[in-house]
């Protein structure tokens, strides 16, 4: 496996981790605080509802968080790690963002709609739900390119240069 796909791989984990305690605490807090109507759904939430509907899987949140870490860990932080030299921009940071609200855009124009409630952009489950799904995008995004940028600096200064890396 190459190197950049591997190091793309913990950056994505590492990512999603981040994502979901952040999604977990403000899900919690709508919660504590009691907030009628719900501000925003999570983005597990919403893959356990697509999910529900596109194949029947039952509508649970194991289904939603496993989704989410699949996509997260074994789709998007390979798929950067793949592209992160070809992407626009200088910073690890913005290369990452740049990748991450490039997800955004592709989910909410293709998974989302595969609910009928939810539509495109998601914005049956509310405008703050689609705003939420991009902060958080962009909170991966920004993690995402620094842990890979971290990991490229690391293996540069070991003395192994990861094939096909450029500096992040």
């Not at 496996?1 to 984990?13: C, E, F, P, Y």
């Not at 952040?22 to 919403?46: G, M, Y």
């Not at 940028?149 to 450029?166: I, L």
Request: glycine content about 10%.
């Amino acid at each position: 496996m190459n190197s950049r796909v591997k190091m793309g791989i913990l950056a994505g984990l590492t990512a999603t981790v981040v994502v979901s305690i952040v999604d977990v605490a403000a899900s919690w807090a709508q919660t504590a605080l009691a907030v009628q109507p719900t501000l925003f759904h999570s983005f597990p939430t919403l893959l356990a509802a697509v999910a529900n509907e596109v194949v029947g899987l039952p509508n649970a949140m194991w289904v939603g968080w496993t989704l989410h870490f699949i996509a997260g860990v074994l789709i998007l932080g390979p798929l950067f790690g793949w592209l992160c030299p070809r992407l626009p921009t200088d910073t690890a940071e913005t290369k990452g963002i740049f990748f991450a609200v490039g997800a955004w855009l592709v989910m909410m124009l293709t998974i989302m709609p595969l609910h009928p409630q939810l539509g495109v952009f998601g914005i049956g489950a509310g405008f703050g739900t689609v705003v939420w799904m991009l902060v958080t995008h962009v909170l991966f995004g920004i993690v995402l390119g620094s842990v890979y940028a971290w990991q490229v600096q690391r293996e540069k200064r070991a003395g192994r240069v990861p094939s096909g890396t450029a500096p992040a």
